[in-house]
């Protein structure tokens, strides 16, 4: 049977993106020319061309960048909708409840952490608003980047502080605000009604990630005090978001990217380069964003010990978005990283194609405007898992199968009996994503991905920070300033922002 199949299923279902990837689904961004681009500091100027668009310091705003094929010579697959239902909803064969509880699920070398930042560091790189998850053969530079495709964090700076000047201290233009009267110091700003005034609104989507934000948001603080003697208006938010970037990127190149590639492929990217993504390039690969990184996906946990008085609760009980977090929730950090406290933090789940059962069927209040006739005015459930959803972006961008990724890149291609799927499955090959969380699974024990996840994560992130002119790495030579040793890890990061107290 061909691996490239027509859905037995013609009526459109509505809806695009995820909680943990968002896009609105209304409509596709059209082709015509994009106009201005917004410069930082109101300067206006022609827009730039996807294929050169620069990273713009602070700016989170009206960047226009295509997408692109890592491999675009790949023949495409398409999935029967029905196949994916059976595959995705709860009680299916990607439910982790049919593993029972004695198989061991915590990953050892990744702690549970190093989820949520993968998860802050795709708000930093990608925010596809544009794209359908009903579309087929929707190709890459058909839908845009809303943000820059750089690790910039325009999710803490937004545009920086003249265009977002709400997200600043008037009394220095360089101090990011946070907190609120009844919880001064373990929340985000807020408005009156609980809606998040950061960034980026999707790092409030739950209490992990709005505390990640929270910490970088103390980080940068804690720089913008130290440099206060020597630097002073513009500069000294200039200065301090420099420094507070290159640090944070030295922790992406240098900690997150080895802990999910592996050392092998790491000291080869280190070593070699990309050997697929197309040098001076700032876009990010299709491939990447509609299904390699969506990994992060696989190793969230069923439940989770925030501190010593909340244990045992799943993602979505302590916090949803828009509403006012708690004193008493805060997240200890030495429960999701090796802060070297003593006590050893809990693991991401290891990486397979098991899916805590809480992400099969998603809140309601997550996945607005999908009601479905059929369904008596409900969500279609399909439309309510997270892995349906990533498997539907399949479908949508025509993705090459995994089987067919790997045959490219002359690795071992593993069959969909050992992959795991169904009898019934009507294909020969297996979607890029499911593919790549099984591999993991079958070439290194769920530890780290496999050669194909691994290679599209490591390419695209080293890429990034090699085709941005402004980052650490085209500053030979730099090392960390803060941190011991001349190395700054995420563990260095939180232990500043935890010390520093809002003055």
């Known amino acids: 049977m061909s691996d490239k199949i027509p859905p037995r299923v013609?009526?459109?279902?509505?809806?695009?993106?995820?909680?943990?990837?968002?896009?609105?689904?209304?409509?596709?961004?059209?082709?015509?020319?994009?106009?201005?681009?917004?410069?930082?500091?109101?300067?206006?100027?022609?827009?730039?061309?996807?294929?050169?668009?620069?990273?713009?310091?602070?700016?989170?705003?009206?960047?226009?960048?295509?997408?692109?094929?890592?491999?675009?010579?790949?023949?495409?697959?398409?999935?029967?909708?029905?196949?994916?239902?059976?595959?995705?909803?709860?009680?299916?064969?990607?439910?982790?409840?049919?593993?029972?509880?004695?198989?061991?699920?915590?990953?050892?070398?990744?702690?549970?952490?190093?989820?949520?930042?993968?998860?802050?560091?795709?708000?930093?790189?990608?925010?596809?608003?544009?794209?359908?998850?009903?579309?087929r053969g929707t190709q890459p530079n058909q839908t845009r980047d809303a943000i820059t495709p750089t690790l910039d964090l325009g999710n803490i700076y937004g545009r920086g502080p003249v265009q977002d000047a709400f997200l600043f201290d008037a009394k220095d233009g360089a101090t990011l605000l946070f907190g609120r009267q009844d919880n001064p110091d373990g929340d985000v700003l807020r408005n009156?009604?609980?809606?998040?005034?950061?960034?980026?609104?999707?790092?409030?989507?739950?209490?992990?990630?709005?505390?990640?934000?929270?910490?970088?948001?103390?980080?940068?603080?804690?720089?913008?005090?130290?440099?206060?003697?020597?630097?002073s208006g513009g500069a000294l938010f200039t200065e301090a978001s420099k420094r507070v970037r290159w640090h944070y990127q030295w922790i992406v190149y240098h900690d997150f990217v080895r802990r999910f590639v592996g050392d092998e492929l790491y000291g080869k990217l280190v070593n070699q380069g990309p050997q697929y993504f197309p040098p001076n390039l700032q876009q990010i690969p299709i491939e990447f964003s509609a299904a390699a990184y969506r990994m992060g996906h696989a190793t969230i946990r069923e439940t989770y010990t925030v501190n010593s008085s909340y244990s045992n609760v799943q993602i979505f009980d302590l916090h949803q978005p828009g509403t006012f977090l708690s004193p008493e929730k805060r997240v200890d950090w030495k429960n999701f990283f090796n802060l070297g406290s003593g006590v050893t933090p809990q693991g991401a789940k290891l990486f397979d194609t098991y899916l805590a059962s809480e992400l099969l069927n998603l809140p309601e209040a997550l996945i607005p405007g999908f009601d479905h006739p059929q369904y008596q005015g409900k969500p279609d459930p399909l439309y309510l898992s997270l892995a349906g959803r990533n498997l539907l972006r399949q479908n949508e961008f025509t993705l090459p199968a995994g089987q067919t990724v790997a045959e490219a890149l002359g690795t071992t291609r593993y069959a969909n009996s050992q992959l795991g799927l169904p009898q019934g499955w009507g294909s020969t090959v297996a979607p890029l994503w499911y593919y790549i969380l099984?591999?993991?699974?079958?070439?290194?024990?769920?530890?780290?991905?496999?050669?194909?996840?691994?290679?599209?994560?490591?390419?695209?992130?080293?890429?990034v920070l090699l085709n941005d002119p402004t980052s650490f790495l085209q500053n030979k030579g730099w090392k960390p300033t803060y941190g011991s040793g001349g190395d700054f890890t995420i563990a260095d990061l939180l232990r500043i922002a935890d010390a520093y107290k809002k003055s």
């Open 192 to 231: 009156v009604q609980g809606t998040a005034i950061i960034g980026d609104p999707r790092n409030d989507d739950n209490m992990f990630v709005n505390q990640l934000h929270l910490a970088f948001i103390k980080f940068h603080n804690q720089v913008v005090k130290d440099l206060s003697g020597s630097f």
């Open 438 to 463: 099984k591999e993991a699974n079958l070439a290194n024990q769920g530890r780290f991905l496999g050669p194909v996840g691994g290679r599209i994560v490591g390419e695209t992130f080293f890429s």
């Open 10 to 135: 013609t009526a459109a279902l509505p809806g695009s993106g995820c909680p943990f990837h968002r896009g609105t689904g209304a409509a596709m961004l059209s082709k015509a020319p994009s106009g201005n681009l917004v410069r930082p500091h109101g300067v206006v100027g022609p827009a730039v061309s996807s294929k050169s668009a620069q990273s713009l310091t602070g700016d989170n705003g009206p960047v226009v960048s295509d997408f692109f094929r890592m491999f675009p010579d790949l023949r495409p697959s398409v999935f029967n909708v029905e196949d994916l239902r059976a595959l995705t909803l709860p009680g299916g064969p990607m439910d982790d409840d049919r593993l029972g509880p004695s198989v061991p699920q915590d990953n050892p070398t990744i702690p549970a952490g190093y989820t949520f930042l993968g998860q802050f560091l795709d708000h930093d790189l990608t925010f596809d608003v544009f794209s359908d998850i009903n579309s």
